[in-house]
Nanobody, 122 residues
């Protein structure tokens, strides 16, 4: 059983930065890819970024490329999402999830955290 817990969300002005963290427990963290997704009410959960188990490969949604950076510290069982140059349209609940491969589809991820709210004011 994998347990994931996000932290670091909050309220920030447009152009500002936040760093989200996701702490994992329950199995060998480095063997699994980790993803970040986001969701706003009434819309489907949206892919943001994913990283391979080793951290060597990262992939981003076009909407965040160049502004967000995903990374991981396998010694701390933690994955991060550094979010810079935030825009109001980045406002959402952000979730981390684990999978066997750095997929884009949320349906390929079996374990999820509870989510953390990010609000970007204009």
């Amino acid at each position: 059983q994998v347990q994931l817990a996000e932290s670091g969300g909050g309220l920030v002005q447009a152009g500002g930065s936040l760093r989200l963290s996701c702490a994992a427990s329950g199995r060998t963290f480095s063997k699994y890819a980790m993803g970040w997704f986001r969701q706003v009410p009434g819309k489907e959960r949206e892919f943001v970024a994913t990283i391979s188990g080793s951290g060597a490969s990262t992939f981003y949604a076009d909407s965040v490329k160049g502004r967000f950076t995903i990374s991981r510290d396998n010694a701390k069982n933690t994955v991060y999402l550094q979010m810079d140059s935030l825009k109001p349209e980045d406002t959402a609940v952000y979730y981390c999830a684990s999978s066997g491969f750095p997929y884009y589809s949320p349906r390929r991820y079996g374990y999820w955290g509870q989510g953390t709210q990010v609000t970007v004011s204009s």
